[in-house]
T-cell receptor, first 108, second 115 residues
């Protein structure tokens, strides 16, 4: 299984940027880094993924360390609807496995 | 709405029984993945099917089985149920045969309660 380490929880103020860290020291050279989030009472939702270069999409940015052993998901302006559990993972073979994630709380 | 449909949304049954969970993937997606989410185990990958064939296997118990039908819908069969099988079961789909370089689309889950 993929081994990732994330803070159990983080707190942010509304409309401020949020940086969610993840360590994935066992990642291999061909493993993609993925981020998903799970809002209350919903299934996981794709956020972003990348291999080596930093990535941007409409939801977030993904900053990948040069050695690829860590990454940071950046939400540029947190909203109350961003309160969720955020999962960082990388593929183990042909599988995506998920750890405990970070529970993000957003304060108004 | 991810486009992935799971039924039933809720299911309550007794120990020793057997249940079937159903998943309809997004239109055009060939891969279906099953995940189990319990309070103490997080989100665990169970099994993946691609175009009717088993593609990857995770921590799936022998009491559990799955299949994907020609119309690409999938069923997860859970038998000899135990209290510890109570969990949310998620189905996800993707257009390709691998989850490693693309996006998975998850359904809203089936909540199983075993009494």
């Amino acid at each position: 299984d993929a081994k990732t380490t994330q803070p159990n929880s983080m707190e942010s103020n509304e409309e401020e940027p949020v940086h969610l860290p993840c360590n994935h020291s066992t990642i291999s050279g061909t493993d993609y880094i993925h981020w998903y989030r799970q809002l209350p009472s919903q299934g996981p939702e794709y956020v972003i993924h990348g291999l080596t270069s930093n990535v941007n999409n409409r939801m977030a940015s993904l900053a990948i360390a040069e050695d690829r052993k860590s990454s940071t998901l950046i939400l540029h302006r947190a909203t109350l609807r961003d309160a969720a559990v955020y999962y960082c993972t990388h593929n183990a073979g042909n599988m995506l496995t998920f750890g405990g994630g970070t529970r993000l709380m957003v304060k108004p | 709405d991810s486009g992935v449909t799971q039924t039933p949304k809720h299911l309550i049954t007794a120990t020793g029984q057997r249940v079937t969970l159903r998943c309809s993937p997004r239109s055009g997606d060939l891969s279906v993945y099953w995940y189990q989410q319990s309070l103490d185990q997080g989100l665990q990958f169970l099994i993946q099917y691609y175009n009717g064939e088993e593609r990857a296997k995770g921590n799936i118990l022998e009491r559990f089985s799955a299949q994907q039908f020609p119309d690409l819908h999938s069923e997860l069969n859970l038998s000899s149920l135990e209290l510890g099988d109570s969990a949310l079961y998620f189905c996800a789909s993707s257009p390709v045969g691998t989850s490693v370089s693309g996006e998975l689309f998850f359904g809203e889950g089936s909540r199983l309660t075993v009494l």
